[in-house]
């Protein structure tokens, strides 16, 4: 989980600057596509048979999922700063924590819900001056909207590493998002320049690698223990904002940053000592 924070950090910088540039459905489109294409070298080592899963049904549900996450997340990014669209992501750990006591049977520790309690105070204060000023509120709205399609999806990919092979679960999550939002970008569609396809298939590269990292974490772990490492996101993207979009964090966001670090770092030192 800590290696997806990183690549979805790049990810979200990079789908940011391209984003500015091009319809954001159409860079949606592609971003999946492009995964798509990259996870399926992976996936066909077993032979074309693998290919299909065991679980059809199951992945046309998260498939659904994420394709609507998608649409409200690729909508708010042209309206909101990156550490804002990162900040306000992290109210998912607490849909998905609670969907994982509901409806998957995970016990959550005490310190499962103080990281997560720290983590979301952190969101708070990041999200606060804009609630008050109004300035982005139509962006942070749009992106709280995607945050309970994000954690329906990832909580089926838990349940879908019970079955599937994590390489196929990140391929058909791509193909399945790609066809979702083809019709818009077919609506909206102008051809990318090289440099912005030199950036797409980046994009293509590092999400696919985030996803898979996920779903490797969803194999191996209970989903609520790692929820809190993805905190860690927004001090990762404050660091790049100001590197690539000239963006300051303001105190707030430092405040956050620091309640989020807190969090994850008390978090692993318990789950390390099996508490």
């Not at 609507?68 to 909101?80: I, R, S």
């Not at 016990?107 to 008050?132: D, K």
């Amino acid at each position: 989980m800590s290696a997806t924070g990183v690549l979805f950090t790049v990810l979200n910088a990079t789908l940011k600057k391209i984003s500015h540039e091009m319809e954001p459905w159409v860079v949606g489109f592609l971003r999946h596509f492009l995964g798509a294409l990259v996870m399926l070298v992976p996936a066909l080592r077993p032979g074309v048979r693998a290919l299909w899963p065991k679980a059809p049904r199951l992945q046309l549900v998260r498939g659904l999922f994420h394709g609507c996450g998608m649409l409200l997340w690729f909508a708010a990014m042209p309206l909101v700063t990156l550490a804002e669209l990162t900040a306000v992501g992290f109210t998912g750990p607490i849909f998905i924590c609670l969907g994982a006591v509901l409806f998957l049977g995970e016990r959550m520790s005490g310190a499962r819900w103080a990281a997560v309690a720290l983590g979301f105070a952190g969101v708070m204060l990041v999200v606060w001056p804009g609630a008050q000023g109004g300035g982005h509120m139509t962006g942070i709205l749009l992106m709280l909207a995607s945050a309970p399609a994000f954690a329906g999806s990832f909580l089926v990919a838990k349940v879908l590493t019970r079955t599937e092979r994590p390489d196929i679960v990140v391929l058909w999550q791509h193909l399945l998002v790609a066809l979702f939002l083809a019709p818009f970008a077919a609506v909206l569609w102008v051809s990318p320049s090289a440099a912005q396809w030199a950036l797409l298939i980046l994009c293509g590269f590092v999400g696919a690698g985030g996803h898979y990292c996920m779903t490797r974490a969803f194999h191996v772990a209970d989903i609520s223990a790692v929820q809190p490492a993805r905190f860690l996101e927004l001090v990762w993207a404050a660091l790049l904002g100001m590197a690539i979009f000239h963006t300051l964090p303001d105190a707030w966001t430092i405040a956050g940053g620091v309640l989020i670090l807190a969090g994850t770092l008390w978090l692993a030192r318990h789950e390390s000592r099996g508490t």
